[in-house]
């Protein structure tokens, strides 16, 4: 199949899931286009299966706001023509759906019937778009869209709840590639570089935005460190950042502490990691917490949104009530003061990722395209 992927080529989970998936369909076989206005971060090669399409929004004085959604739809007109695509999936609701929609429209006055899937990730559902001046666009552009895919059973029903929703929704969770070198880095895993013999090390791995209560990371962390030598790891940038720093500085925190950046190569952090917090406010599904579960790392997080189909309480790690750092932080030391407990968890945290094999899950969506394709042929 010729297939064009519309994402955020950022760090966002969103874009990561994107992009991967797009790779896994290139090596099945299909021709994957990515449109999108930068190279994706997690695309580092592209090959005669992977294209990339840079989106361009030409600036001109009189525009406030530039028309990113009228760019976006041109291009896709074009790319569907040029490289004969037979299907868009477009990820993340905003604006990428309402593009869509309009590409394909301009595409069916030439004669040409593409089908559209759209996966919705999370905040362009329970956070962005449920805002009154997006709703009635977000609205009309999934149920407008020929097929929909939530990346978790939670998600689904908040679009349903949320939402005037006539389409049907079907459910495709994130995955990982357990055979990539999970948990591992290039060479054996140092430890030695970021902690004492006797120190746990916590990490964190966000964009620092203040539904990914970073504040809580940084309590619990402070609990867990009075009662058991231990480093946390932070991972990513964000609008928190700096209310995070004085926190840290305020409790006495900072030789404790180290703030990584952003990075596309997490797994060599995950390497040296005891612990993954996650104490969301919200989170559709949370790809970070499987990330470190793939790399044998448990999580201590919050049980909103789709974190529980994730997560599994007393396996994976455990999960608490937003905003409860007592009970995160006593779940991490119950996990983090016995070796043997510790090891236990770290198997369990990978046995439950494998439940998310890319393997199992890809299929899925190329199962999704095939039928969608079927559908609009015989429907002309
Ligand atoms: O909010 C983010 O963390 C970024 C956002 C995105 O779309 O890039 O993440 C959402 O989609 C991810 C991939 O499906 C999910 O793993 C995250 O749980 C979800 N974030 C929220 O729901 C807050």
Redesign the pocket.
């Known amino acids: 199949m010729n297939i064009a992927i519309v994402c955020?080529p950022t760090f966002?989970?969103?874009?990561v899931?994107a992009t991967e998936l797009g790779i896994a369909l290139a090596d099945m076989g299909h021709q994957v286009h990515f449109v999108t206005y930068k190279q994706p971060v997690k695309l580092a090669l592209l090959s005669h299966q992977v294209h990339f399409h840079e989106v361009v929004v030409p600036d001109y004085p009189l525009f406030r706001y530039q028309p990113y959604e009228l760019a976006l739809s041109s291009k896709l007109l074009n790319v569907v023509k040029d490289y004969n695509i037979e299907l868009l999936h477009v990820h993340?609701a905003i604006p990428h759906a309402y593009a869509g929609y309009m590409a394909q429209q301009m595409l069916r006055g030439e004669g040409i019937n593409i089908p559209m899937v759209t996966t919705l990730?999370?905040?362009d559902i329970?956070l962005v778009g449920n805002h009154p001046f997006y709703k009635p666009a977000v609205t009309f552009s999934i149920n407008n869209s020929d097929a929909v895919t939530s990346?978790s059973e939670s998600l689904k029903q908040d679009t349903i709840n949320q939402f005037n929703i006539n389409k049907s929704i079907e459910v495709i969770p994130?995955f990982i590639d357990l055979s990539k070198k999970m948990g591992q880095q290039d060479g054996p895993c140092e430890r030695s570089a970021m902690a004492a013999p006797d120190e746990r090390i916590i990490t964190h791995v966000?964009?620092l935005r203040p539904?990914k209560r970073l504040m809580d990371v940084i309590d619990i962390f402070n609990r867990i460190a009075h009662k058991c030598p231990a480093r946390l790891i932070i991972v990513g940038d964000g609008p928190d950042k700096d209310p995070a720093k004085a926190l840290i500085e305020q409790k006495g925190l900072k030789s404790k502490v180290q703030f990584m950046g952003n990075s596309d190569e997490v797994h060599k952090i995950l390497c040296l990691s005891d612990l993954f917090l996650l104490p969301?406010e919200?989170?559709?599904?949370?790809?970070a917490a499987l990330e470190a579960m793939a790399c044998r790392v448990p999580v201590i997080s919050t049980n909103v949104?789709?974190l529980p189909e994730v997560n599994l309480h007393g396996f994976s790690g455990y999960l608490s009530e937003v905003g409860d750092v007592d009970s995160m932080a006593q779940n991490a030391l119950s996990i983090l003061k016995n070796e043997a407990i510790l090891d236990q968890f770290k198997d369990q945290a990978r046995a439950q990722a494998s439940n998310f094999s890319i393997d199992l899950v890809v299929p899925k969506y190329e199962a999704l395209y095939k039928r969608t394709i079927a559908e609009t042929v015989a429907s002309v």
Do not use: A, K, R, W
């Open positions: 955020y966002g989970g969103s874009g899931l993340y990730h999370g905040t329970t990346v994130n966000s964009n539904v969301s919200i989170e559709s599904f949370g790809l949104g789709g």
